[in-house]
């Protein structure tokens, strides 16, 4: 039996409202769901994104921590988005740039390249692609 593809990635995050604006921009779309889980525990705002998968960004009505994110806690290191090819990989560090996200362009290794940013509570994301 074959291991199942990611479907869907969920992250907490400090604003719920800011987040949706930033990642509305960043995808070029809105979100498909945004409502308050059955329990009443969370509230979930869900993209859907080509290929079928799911990106959602929750709060759990002010129980976060209230800190920063960082890689360097157990747990989530950063989110990689790909793309097929440089010349694409190109095309989002210029999107990036237009939309005011810092990033510090493509960075090349010998297993592929990827553009590395961050999200408004410190996540880390990139847009990778395997090498050429």
């Keep these: ?3 199942p593809g990611l479907q ?4 907490t995050v ?6 949706t604006r930033w990642y509305a921009a960043l995808f070029g779309a809105e979100p498909v769901l945004d409502e308050d889980e059955e329990g009443g ?18 709060t759990h009505q002010g129980r976060e921590s ?7 806690r157990t ?8 793309v ?5 990989l190109e095309q989002w560090a210029q999107k990036l740039t237009e939309l005011g996200i ?11 390249s990827g553009v590395s940013f961050r999200d408004p509570d410190n996540i880390a994301l990139e847009f990778f692609t395997g090498p050429e």
């Design 75 to 82: 747990g989530l290191d950063h989110v990689g988005f790909a």
């Design 41 to 58: 525990r969370f509230h979930h705002t869900v993209f859907a994104l080509d290929g079928g998968m799911l990106f959602g960004l929750h």
């Design 8 to 11: 869907h990635v969920a992250l």
């Design 1 to 3: 039996m074959a291991f």
């Design 102 to 112: 810092a990033h510090e362009g493509v960075k090349k290794a010998h297993y592929g």
């Design 14 to 19: 400090s604003d719920l409202d800011r987040s």
């Design 66 to 72: 209230g800190e920063p994110f960082s890689e360097e």
């Design 84 to 88: 097929g090819s440089h010349a694409e």
